[in-house]
């Protein structure tokens, strides 16, 4: 059985930093892509950034490139999203979520059959 935890999210002023940790049990990395999806109150879930550590691939999305980064350690079975610079707009419920079998479709969250219960991140200006 897969589980994904979250955990590292909190409240910090703008242009701080964060690191949100996904712990993946019951996983194996090669399935498929690993990905950072958030909410914010009101609006859809957007994708933040994929990995695929297979191919040590990575995605991000206009907002979250140079800003965010997505990494993974193997032997600790943890994929990890650092936050820099953060702005309000950040603010959201983080989740992490893993792909059932390969699909290239990495920013949509349909194609994620795994999901984490998700981390708040706040961010105040």
């Known amino acids: 059985r897969v589980r994904l935890v979250e955990s590292g999210g909190g409240s910090v002023q703008a242009g701080g930093s964060l690191r949100l940790s996904c712990v993946a049990s019951g996983y194996t990395y090669s399935d498929g892509y690993m990905a950072w999806f958030r909410q914010a109150p009101g609006k859809e879930r957007e994708a933040v950034a994929a990995?695929?550590?297979?191919?040590?691939?990575?995605h991000y999305k206009d907002f979250a490139k140079g800003r965010f980064t997505i990494s993974q350690d193997s032997a600790k079975n943890t994929v990890y999203l650092q936050m820099n610079s953060l702005i309000p707009e950040d603010t959201a419920m983080y989740y992490c979520a893993a792909q059932q079998s390969y699909d290239d479709r990495f920013f949509v969250p349909r194609v994620y059959g795994y999901w984490g219960q998700g981390t708040q991140v706040t961010v105040s200006s």
């Open positions: 990995i695929y550590s297979s191919a040590t691939i990575t």
